[in-house]
């Protein structure tokens, strides 16, 4: 499959940005917490596209991983790749690059990569088909795309929480008025059967937080997102929320995270697809 003539780009908005709030949660991202189903079909030679690398620290553990590789991590916000730089330069690695790219039309010839890998970036993209689609044809044959997203709607919590509900109903509602999907997780075998992709294994795996440390800094993380990143912008630009119901939300994440017995999971669906050689 050659390289599209016509190149559509980005049609959605990433509905996070990258406040410090939600960069607490990307930099605590690894390779074994957010791609441990990938990691079996890893050999030290393999070069590995990292779409969506956001500050780094995945890609950082891809390329210790392959040694005698190469990995090229790609975002479509430019300053964060000066982040994702730093973090690769603390540690010493020189078998990584950084490069924007929109991966509804990757600037990659065909069969390049061993390995192209996005983490929870489909759910943002206006096009998760098309995106699939060339993820597949920048893949060499033998090679793999991989793909793990999150699914808000089966995120499950304890206690039950009205203003809990009430931040799961707008989050779903902002994301799809930018233009994304966030119940990913669920369609990834679906998506990728319409990107003709064959020989998929699809599994799931989950984030819990049940700790005091741990619920601590989930709570905190989305109550300060809800008052002060992209997202809470996009919420009251769009007519969703007001200010006064986001700061309700971000309340009811905080008293949530204080409760002793609280418990928190975030389900992902991920699909392992292999190329025909």
């Known amino acids: 499959m050659s390289k599209p003539q016509s ?3 980005e049609t959605a908005v990433y509905t996070h940005g990258h406040h410090e709030s939600v960069l607490r949660s990307h ?3 690894t ?23 956001g500050p780094g620290t995945i890609t950082a553990d891809l390329a210790e991983l392959v040694p005698d590789g190469q990995v090229t991590g790609v975002d479509r916000a430019p300053g964060i790749l000066d982040q994702a730089r730093a973090t690769a330069a603390e540690r010493g690695l020189r078998n990584v690059g950084f490069a924007v790219a929109d991966i509804h039309a990757l600037d990659f010839p065909d069969d390049t990569f061993c390995v192209v ?12 088909v098309r995106a699939l689609s060339e993820m597949h044809r920048v893949t060499r044959p033998g090679g793999y795309v991989a793909v793990r997203e999150s699914d808000y709607l089966a995120m499950a919590w304890y206690p039950a929480s009205k203003g809990m509900d009430d931040w799961l109903d707008l989050y779903r509602r902002v994301a799809r008025a930018n233009g994304g999907e966030p119940d990913a997780g669920r369609r990834l075998k679906s998506w990728a059967l319409r990107a003709g992709l064959t020989d998929i294994t699809a599994t799931s795996s989950t984030w819990t937080f049940a700790d005091s440390d741990e619920l601590a800094w989930w709570s905190g993380l989305w109550a300060d997102r809800t008052v002060a990143s992209a997202y809470a912008d996009r919420a009251m630009e769009g007519g969703l929320a007001t200010p ?20 928190f999971t975030v389900p992902h669906g991920e699909i392992l697809c292999r190329k025909a050689d």
């Open 117 to 128: 890998h996005a983490h929870q970036v489909l759910q943002h993209v206006g096009d998760p």
């Open 27 to 29: 930099t605590w991202r």
């Open 31 to 53: 390779a074994a917490n957010s791609a441990a189903y990938l990691l079996g079909s890893l050999k030290p030679h393999m070069r590995i596209l990292d779409i969506g690398c």
């Open 244 to 263: 006064k119901e986001l700061r309700a939300v971000s309340e009811a994440w905080r008293e949530w995270g204080r409760q002793e017995d609280a418990w």
């Open 7 to 9: 190149q559509p780009q």
